[in-house]
């Protein structure tokens, strides 16, 4: 096939090194195609279904070509698999002599400065004992990773104070400029051969090369986007502008920090950065109590937004020319100074209009974010790719709609890769069974999701447990929920009620629990083996309507003469299902059922599609087979008739 198809053969160096490692003809080809595209600056995109062994696939021929590389993926679990395991195997199979750096944002490193700052000052209440660990740590630790501390939860008040953030971080001016971890770890990067990242990373390595600021990342011939279906949301993410409120009240607590223990002597200054946040805190009672999402020019229409906002930026100019003349006395006061003009800047634009961009805002409970979107940002990926000699691959699990790229290249601005579809290597037709149950009433109908757990509580009867339940809002998800408590004899545990890697932990040790959740379990979740058997959708994951930025780009759509359901809606829908369906087989051994709920997959048109998209699952509307497949038994020829 090829030297890169090679490496992975049954007498090549993976098989020799890797313990019960498995030939995989799909794995063979993925790799030969990624060799070609290393050899000849290409662009490729690869669909390779779960099993395919793709990162393997993609880490051989690209230490084996011997070309720098950047490896960016969605998220810090993978990265995490990426650099403490996979490359590590790989680099000894292969005996190549190459540096590899993993290198997070910086919110995931201490600041020291920050740290010396609140040390100097009062804990948040009841958090001294996580200051202690946190300090104690600080004074062992290499890389500055706080994903080394133990004992301390995420979610405590401290991270945000001793880790920085774009507006916060002094840079160059910081006493701990030396010594930042932030600093040491990009500068490794900058040495490493092969650098795992996250996209957000690489999208801020690709503005600054774009604003001439210097690189954040070495020059590579390779850049391999690993989970790309979420290229488009993270650069969309990234690319606009946004300003929160915490940012402003950040601010204001970072003046007033800086003056006490620097200045002392300004009274004015401290008075403007309390009326910020007061003003702050005034805005968010202007939006109303409800949490919610929208257009902001539907929230400035709401009486008392006007003038809370036009408020709140005269607070941010008056905290500016306090500023400008303390910035003279202190180089944190300078810094807060350029924070304040910026976040006034922000605020500003939020009042024009600007065509192929969106404005929208959304209210937290004791906060809110503006924004500005791009509505398209494959334009900008086009140009960043193409200003760029270096092979791009662009792989995930859920690329196509029914074997056709055309939706997620164009998205991405790159309708000229070369596509490669490559199914899973696992036995779907006789490990898994796809059940539709019959007579479900339309998903808008009122009784709808009590159609949903009727239908479900025999089939986990029928497993024993050892099911997601998937549910496409919030509302729908706690509704259920209650109406399962005490319904089930099998623990139930419930997004929202802890963390969700505690609550996939929980999941993995009952082995017999039922975990409802919304998309964030959609994808992402790896758990292998028979703690999980069954996944069950509510209905397809068409995305809210109400969404601001779905509505610009559908209406963008419809004003350049497409389809917006057609070309944007559908195809969308189909690659949120099978990311949801993946949840199930993840390892050879791996059985059990798929239940989709919705009624649509058969009365419409569009339901073939959602079908033909999916693994070959054997078919079946009978709850009786689902029985008969948890009992034991192969799936029945009933099941298979109706393929």
Sequence with gaps: MSEYADLLAADGPLARHVADFQVRDAQQEMAAAVGEALDTDGLLMVEAGTGTGKTFAYLAPVLAAGRRAIISTATRTLQDQLYHRDLPLVREALAAPVNVCLLKGRANYLCLHRLETVAAEQAPAGADADLARIRAWAQQTRAGDVAEVQGVAEKSPLWPLVTSTVDNCLGQNCPQFRECHVVQARRQAQEADVVVVNHHLLFADMALRQEGFGELLPGAGAVILDEAHQVEETASRFFGVSLSSRQLLDLARDTIAEHTREVGDMPDLVAAAWQLEARVRAARLALGGALARGPWQQWRERDGVPAAFDALQDSLQALVQQLEPAAERTTGLEHCLRRAAELGERLAAMGHEQEHWV?????TRVGFVLQRTPLDIAATLRGFIGARPAAWVFTSATLSVDGDFTHAARRLGVEDARTLQLDSPFDYARRALLYLPPEMPDPNHPDFHAAVVEAAVPVIEASG????????????????????????????????EAPRGELIERFRAYGNAVLLGSQTFREGVDVRGTALEVVIIDRLPFAAPSDPVLQARLAALREAGGNPFRDYQLPEAVIALKQGVGRLIRDVEDRGVVMLCDPRLRSRPYGRLFLQSLPPLARTDELADVQTFFAGDQVRAAGERQR
């Design 359 to 363: 404005r929208w805002a959304e209210t």
């Design 465 to 496: 447990g050892r099911a997601f339940i998937l549910f496409t809002s919030h509302r729908a998800l706690q509704w259920c929920a209650e109406r399962l408590r005490g319904r089930l004899p099998f623990p139930l545990l419930v997004q929202g």
